[in-house]
């Protein structure tokens, strides 16, 4: 039975959905002490099992600055197949420019990229997210306030600190839907 594309959303919802409750329960459920690295790999186990059938890679990609600040290195992942690159040159590839751009990238058919990074012959799509935290510090915000009579809101920084990359073998797999999905379940880790 082939899929529309409302019931192929529909379906991608519910295991987004479902990938979410289930990441939270698993976190809840982890020894201590529960690093950053312990729930990426528990995103990655749940996502990677929900959609093992089109999912090729789930992994991320981490921010060193110490180590060296031009380069992206490989964190938790979940692959049978794909043996992923261990660093990446921000600005390179689909995950390099996630990082430099700070956006998500949907890739629509890989093949077609000029700057696609390959990794494995079975990869036709990938969608790469940015992962934030919040920063302690804070400043104020007078920006919405006319006049200056009152109303000061705090601003809260916030910094890249790692980006989910997820590679398909299907062509057009990722949508706003998978991006919608996929940021509710990062919402978990980071914020």
């Known amino acids: 039975m082939v899929e529309t594309g409302s019931s192929s959303s529909s379906s991608k919802r519910f295991k987004y959905m479902q990938c979410y409750n289930e990441l939270q329960k698993l976190i809840a459920s982890l020894p201590a002490p529960v690093t950053e690295q ?3 790999k528990a995103l990655c186990d749940v996502v990677a099992r929900a959609f093992k059938d089109t999912f090729n890679f789930v992994g991320f990609y981490d921010l060193r600055p110490k180590v060296d600040p031009r380069k992206v290195f490989i964190g938790e992942f979940v692959s049978e197949l794909v043996f992923p690159c261990g660093e990446i040159d921000i600005g390179k590839g689909q995950c390099g420019q996630c990082v430099a751009e700070e956006r998500v990238m949907i890739a629509h058919d890989v093949k ?5 990074i390959a990794c494995d012959a079975d990869t036709q799509s990938e969608i790469v997210l940015p992962c934030f935290v919040t920063l302690d510090d804070e400043e104020e915000d ?3 306030d006319a006049g200056g009579t009152g109303g000061a809101s705090k601003l809260k920084a916030r910094e890249l600190r790692t980006i989910l990359d997820i590679d398909s073998t299907i062509v057009g797999n ?3 839907e ?3 999905g996929l940021e509710k379940i990062i919402s978990i880790i980071y914020n």
């Open 174 to 176: 990722f949508d706003e």
């Open 112 to 116: 077609t990229l000029a700057n696609y």
């Open 178 to 180: 998978d991006q919608r």
């Open 38 to 40: 312990k729930k990426q």
């Open 142 to 144: 007078f920006s919405g």
